[in-house]
């Protein structure tokens, strides 16, 4: 059997890192972040969220951001850039400077549902269903995002079982691709292990997973390689490991798209992405956001053994 | 096949993580370090090294400490302590305190060989023989540490076939336990598997090898993983990361021991080990360092899903 080298990289720095960061960046500063991102060789990029600027100041203006993207005259033709969506406003907002694909999320944890958007699990997918009507009708792609699925700040232990009943609902309701997220970063192999395990026996379709790991114990890139393993192809990442974690001030967060890259390159898979450029971006948005970044790649400098 | 799950950690902290820092610590607080250790129930930890304070300032006194250590009255029974032996006279002072283990040390790069101790790899076995001899005589154990197993700052790519070699002539001289070290933090699991897919067709003994691994771009527990799935079972850490790369200025070296406890629970391994314990002393050593240490579980906090 011939082994599928190519690994798919989803950066979601300038929406899921910039929201957690303190400093509220300008529009300007999160185009030429998102540029810089899709010259380094990220084609899957998450530059906003339709989201009110009440809620989360860091993402106001993701409509400017939108039209000034799809007026790029030198934008690379495999870019595909995706944004947020909350509501049937934010994928009315959304449609009037249109993006490639449009994001939903829900959580396994009904506290975490309710802390993070004041709604029942239930009623998130009663929201998401015009949103889905009106991309459906635009074509536009879907991806959704399921949190809390290896543990819950609020809850503590979350169900598996619950987590692929969700990722199921998802694919049914014509949700391109779904994104596992260890929002804490409690996950170990072993339960990383149990989750595809599930999802394989479940006949979920393992190339329309992505999984989204977080470096707070350690424990991202040991979570990488067990889903490689399962077939797992796509990653959610962040630059610099934009964000940090926000129930655990002073740990990492999101897993830092540098430091997959250096690590899919020694195993020997390919991405289309230049390591360099990405440190270098990472020494870039560190100045902007105003406090060290803590990758390790980043920190360590690029230099791959030859 | 009854899966071994128990999995001996060996604390380096005390002495490779000390002897990088760049604040020297009295030998009483190092003394208090080795005691908090073995009180959170590390029973295999390095302490020292018998080297000249000339070369290796935060190391002067090792010998008192031997001593102090040996006098301890609450020393737990199976408290095992190893201190580093560069050279007869070395082994000549540990044998006035004798702890239960003298290590040895080597590297598969002449270059590092000759920076780090001056002498090429054959000077090196070379100047073990009269310290075998003394470690026999005395019934000592011996362990050895071979460095830059997968890579090495002077001359990149290291060959693995000759660390087998290097293992295999350890294990023929009598040496107990061979520590792998990945000294600049260099490898993936796939330089992991070639490595210890090498020692097995070899027919080395798996559970007299211990790994090494340092966190520097972010790999080592992902190598931990690929070590327990060929049946390892000995790790060496350092508590809360101590000492840093000497070759990257600000980057992570030796993986903390909190990260790999943490990790091993997780996946159902068990240690002898307190976590909190742990993050408790990374806590009380960070204040005498002076500077932050960068393990990832003290950053997030001990917190274990249950």
Redesign the interface.
Known sequence: MMKNLNVKIIEVGPRDGLQNEKKILSTADRVTLVKKLAVAGLNQIEFGAYVSPKWVPQMYGTERMAKSLNKWTARPKKLSLSALVPNEYGMQEFLKNPSEKASLFTATSEKFSFKNTNCSIKESFERMIPIIKLATKNKIKLRAYISTVF?CPFE??TSLARAVKLTDKFFKMGVHEVSIGDTI???????VRNFLDLCEKKRLPMNRIAMHFH????????N???SLNWGIRSFDTSIGGLGG?PY?P???GNL?TE?LV??LK???YKTSVNLKSLVRIHHWIQKKVAHPL????G???P?I??
Chains 1, 2 share one sequence.
């Not at 970063?185 to 339960?191: D, E």
């Not at 803590?294 to 790649?297: A, D, F, L, M």
């Open positions: 543990g503590g232990q970063g409690v996950a170990s192999p072993k339960q470096d707070t114990r350690g424990t991202a890139l040991a990488v390689v067990e974690c655990a002073g740990a990492l830092a430091d250096y690590l020694r195993m020997g803590n990758s390790h790649v920190a360590s400098g230099w053994l030859t």
